[in-house]
């Protein structure tokens, strides 16, 4: 926050409390940040990004709406909306490697959302790999980077 | 690779070269995978996610269709369709601020890409911050976490 904002963000706050502004209890009034999640951009869905907390990889990209949002917080677990089956979808509820929330993020326009996670089970991906995004290009091709942590079939069954 | 795939991919690429099978000349056929990005999904657009090559920060997440795809392949700097704007859009066109490629990957289902970048100017975020995920949660409010790197009005005028 530059010195101007931090100005206006003082008056703003004096002006509250001195009741010569009234605005709803919001998140800014309570000395946080006006931004909130943005649901309408993405006809209510909004794209998660998974990283994991201590190694920094990036596991996966899912899509939240408010509900398995709402979940996510009161589990601390990565809940999703599979756009594919049409329904909430907590992560691992099949395979058991949930995901542990440690930090949540939202960006600039309120439109994204980062997850720092505990990946149990060593893997995010339903194939087996450590990561969704194993494909890794080069000229011109999709190579397939790193080794399978698990046997999908043995997890989820034929 | 499991040994039953690895099998599998072996019996696939014997009929190749024995012309006991035909297919076009793809990916697999030359020892890739047989991935390839889906526009479809997402109406011609597909999310991307930034993350800094070096320090393995997440900085944001664009969306491309296949034109800034290519024009990122051809010029080796992240480009991107700009929904608001509604044309594409080379990150750090008006900053300077480019995102040189360093790796890019495909995830399993092919909707999503994740690509490794070297952050020129220090800061991906239009606001002056260095990744747009500056906003971090914290007891159900969204608290700013950073510091900007460069003032959004120098770089982009009033």
Redesign the interface.
């Known amino acids: ?2 010195a101007e904002c931090r100005l206006r963000s003082a008056e703003f706050k004096y002006k509250i409390e001195h009741s010569e502004i009234r605005i709803p209890k919001s ?1 800014f009034e ?4 006006v ?2 999640i943005d649901f309408k951009k993405g006809d209510g869905l909004i ?1 998660v ?1 998974i ?1 994991d907390a201590f190694t ?3 596991l ?2 899912g899509y939240m709406n408010r509900e398995s949002w709402e979940k996510t917080l009161e589990t601390k677990r990565a809940t999703f909306w599979s756009r594919s089956r049409g329904k909430l979808w907590a992560k691992g509820e099949t395979s058991g490697h949930v995901q542990e929330v440690k ?7 309120g439109d ?1 959302l ?1 997850v720092k996670v505990n990946q149990t089970g060593g893997a995010a ?5 450590r ?8 000229k011109g ?5 790193g080794e ?1 942590i698990f ?1 999908p079939k043995e997890v989820y069954g034929e």
Request: include cysteine; charged fraction near 30%; aromatic fraction near 8%.
């Open positions: 926050m530059n998140a309570r000395g946080g940040s931004i909130e794209p990004i990283q920094h990889e990036v996966m990209l930090e949540i993020y939202l960006d600039c326009d994204t980062l991906c339903h194939t087996g790999f990561s969704c995004f194993h494909h890794r290009h080069e091709e999709w190579k397939i980077e399978r046997d």
